[in-house]
């Protein structure tokens, strides 16, 4: 699948470059819902590291849905061109994601990043910053808080609470499990707070994590 890139821009950045380039695309991000009538396919996107991280793999894993079972999947390597540096590493793993949705038939409804989206310093993560490339409906899916407060989240299934940042709510707290740590969720492009976690608790079963990013992990994590 060829893909149409929207904001295109060079990847062989300093950070600097990179922190001016997400200053420039995030007045691009749409907070309002925008997504098929019907929604089929959801994919998880993660992306691991080879060899001491010189090498990164991205992969992809394309779901049914509502039935989550797992269609389709797709994974690239790359060289790792780009430094760890936090808030900036959809810079160090996007190249490798891009590679590995072309090779995808074609692009699922719906993709759930590992990572933040508009949970972020500039507003700008790894969800937000593909899905204006993409133009793409995509949401973050972030294991740990990169940014922002909040309160407490009861203990039990699908409760949550806002996460919030000078004033400003940039993702839900949600409890995926009753009695594990919760998850933190931010829109990334073309959907509202209260979708994203709704579309994320849709693609959970009984685990912690939901299913797309479970098989993307798996994925990201061979070879």
Aim: hydrophobic letters at 40%.
């Amino acid at each position: 699948m060829r893909l149409r890139l929207h904001h295109a821009h060079p990847w062989d950045l300093t950070p600097q470059e990179a922190i001016a380039i997400q200053q420039r695309l995030r007045r691009f991000v749409r907070l309002e819902d925008d997504l098929p009538e019907t929604v089929e396919t959801v994919a998880g996107v993660d992306v691991g590291f080879k060899n001491e991280n010189r090498i990164t793999r991205a992969a992809v894993a394309v779901l049914d849905f509502p039935s989550l079972q797992l269609i389709a999947h797709s994974s690239a390597e790359t060289p790792t061109a780009f430094p760890y540096i936090p808030g900036l590493l959809s810079f160090r793993e996007i190249p490798a994601v891009l590679r590995a949705l072309e090779k995808l038939a074609h692009l699922p409804a719906l993709l759930l990043c590992d990572g933040q989206g508009i949970a972020h310093p500039r507003r700008f993560g790894i969800a937000s910053h593909l899905g204006v490339l993409l133009d793409h409906p995509t949401i973050g899916v972030g294991k740990t808080r990169l940014i922002g407060h909040h309160g407490p989240v009861p203990d039990e299934k699908g409760a949550w609470v806002p996460l919030e940042d000078n004033g400003e709510i940039i993702g839900a707290v949600v409890r995926t499990r009753k009695g594990v740590k919760p998850l933190y969720i931010s829109p990334g492009h073309r959907l509202s707070i209260e979708s994203a976690v709704r579309w994320v608790l849709a693609c959970t079963t009984r685990y912690k994590l939901p299913e797309t990013t479970r098989w993307a992990h798996r994925l990201a994590s061979e070879g």
